[in-house]
């Protein structure tokens, strides 16, 4: 009697009939059914990914974005306006793209913040994150290089994200990335041939695939440690890449185009009065060319929001108001200790001054409290006889000045 034919278990064609024919414990495979099984596993992953995304995805109106912008962002109007109406528009076409029946392909909208230091640039961008519930990356411009200098290279930054996101590829994919500092990688000169330029345009460049989309080979663990580690591929296309900078001296840029008379349109009508307490309102995409960011980066960043100084009742309402206000925080690390700390209505003014004297923004308020606080949190803990503490203006003033803060010179 003859050797039985071995068959395939799932499609049961015979071993003389395919190509190849893979034995298992007790069954076997052919390769028609091995590239069968694959197409439907890959439809699967595909299917389970877009559902995931639908019910993750906690998209809001432009008008609820903004309300939950406001509970944690005093002032900064337009530019909350602006950043609810961006990501509304980008994750409504992430969510839209598989019913889209016609062959129209909505482009995304990237974001770039211009405002001083400490007016709410990262703070917006992270609690825009949090409501959305998607992967968040924080990456700072000012340590990238172009590939094989001393530096970061620009993948470095989609490594971040994928850190953020568990290396969940797809989820990674729709996440959102800020860009800080921007500013310090504009063009150092306008005379290409003096030297290398390799942190300024020479990164501008690189980012540029990043931000138009583009599939991206990420080194898991960065990028020049572990040269042998297996590349990680990204899809950019979904990305929401939001950026800020401080442009510092940009105002100057805008003031000789507004005080000017170029040919072609202006932005301001002969009897619009020019605010010049406030010259970043007139930004326009060509001042950050003059800046020194090349034109193919600049038009990557279609939207363009300012953010304006704050002033000192901004800076009040900052230190009280918001949910995470950091007089609240202070008042909840005391309570810890089992301490009960308030502040006195002159204290908090004091405070607003000292961060408007010394040109801190918001981002300084926390370092001046810390120098009138840093005694108190130091001796009180081990004092059980003490329960309270009131911070009038005299202890406000009193602690400050003996700080190191205080001895600091004053911005001009």
């Known amino acids: 009697m003859g050797k039985q034919e071995v068959n395939c278990s799932f499609c049961g064609r015979k071993k003389s009939e395919v190509n190849m024919l893979i034995a298992g414990i007790s069954g076997h495979i052919c390769d028609h059914c091995i590239e069968q099984a694959d197409e439907i596993v890959k439809q699967e992953f595909e299917h389970t990914s877009k559902n995931e995304l639908n019910q993750n995805l906690v998209l809001q109106k432009p008008v609820e974005i903004k309300k939950h912008l406001d509970e944690y962002v005093i002032g900064q109007e337009e530019a909350k306006r602006v950043?609810?109406?961006?990501?509304y528009n980008h994750y409504k076409r992430l969510l839209h793209a598989p019913a889209m029946k016609d062959d129209l392909e909505i482009e995304k909208a990237n974001l770039v913040f211009v405002g001083k230091t400490g007016t709410g640039k990262t703070l917006m961008a992270r609690t825009i994150a949090k409501l959305l519930q998607v992967p968040f990356a924080i990456a700072d411009a000012t340590v990238l290089t172009e590939a094989g200098y001393v530096g970061e290279d620009v993948e470095s930054i989609l490594s971040r994200l994928l850190q953020?996101?568990?290396?969940?590829?797809?989820?990674?994919?729709?996440g959102i990335v800020f860009i800080d500092e921007l500013d310090k990688i504009a063009r150092k000169s306008d005379n290409p041939s003096i030297t290398?330029?390799?942190s300024g345009e020479g990164v501008q460049q690189g980012l540029l695939k990043l931000l138009e989309g583009a599939i991206i080979n990420v080194p898991p663990q960065g990028g020049r440690k572990h040269p042998e580690q297996k590349m990680i591929q990204v899809d950019t296309r979904n990305i929401l890449f939001l950026s800020g900078g401080a442009f510092d001296g940009i105002e100057k840029i805008i003031g000789r185009r507004i005080n000017t008379s170029p040919i072609g349109f202006s932005i301001l009508h002969p009897e619009d009065e020019i605010d010049k307490e406030n010259l970043l309102q007139y930004i326009a995409p060509q001042d950050l060319k003059t800046f020194g960011l090349i034109p193919e980066l600049i038009g990557r960043f279609p939207v363009l929001a300012y953010l304006e100084p704050l002033s000192k009742k901004a800076l009040r309402n900052i230190i009280?108001?918001?949910?995470?206000?950091?007089?609240?925080?202070?008042?909840?690390?005391f309570e810890l200790d089992n301490m009960k700390l308030s502040f006195d209505s002159k204290a908090l003014d004091f405070i607003v001054e000292k961060a408007l004297e010394y040109s801190l923004g918001a981002r300084g308020l926390r370092s001046i409290i810390e120098a009138i606080l840093n005694d108190a949190?130091?001796?009180?803990?081990?004092?059980?006889?003490?329960n309270s503490l009131?911070?009038?203006?005299?202890y406000a003033r009193k602690h400050f000045d003996k700080s190191k803060l205080?001895?600091?010179?004053?911005?001009s």
Do not use: H
């Not at 949190?377 to 003490?386: H, I, R």
């Not at 009131?390 to 005299?394: F, I």
């Not at 205080?406 to 911005?411: E, G, I, R």
């Open 320 to 333: 009280t108001e918001p949910k995470n206000a950091l007089i609240k925080q202070y008042v909840k690390l």
């Open 83 to 87: 950043l609810s109406v961006a990501v």
């Open 406 to 411: 205080s001895k600091l010179k004053v911005a």
């Open 377 to 386: 949190m130091f001796e009180l803990p081990s004092k059980a006889d003490v």
């Open 164 to 174: 953020s996101a568990d290396y969940d590829v797809k989820k990674a994919e729709k």
């Open 196 to 198: 290398r330029d390799v």
């Open 390 to 394: 009131r911070v009038t203006e005299a």
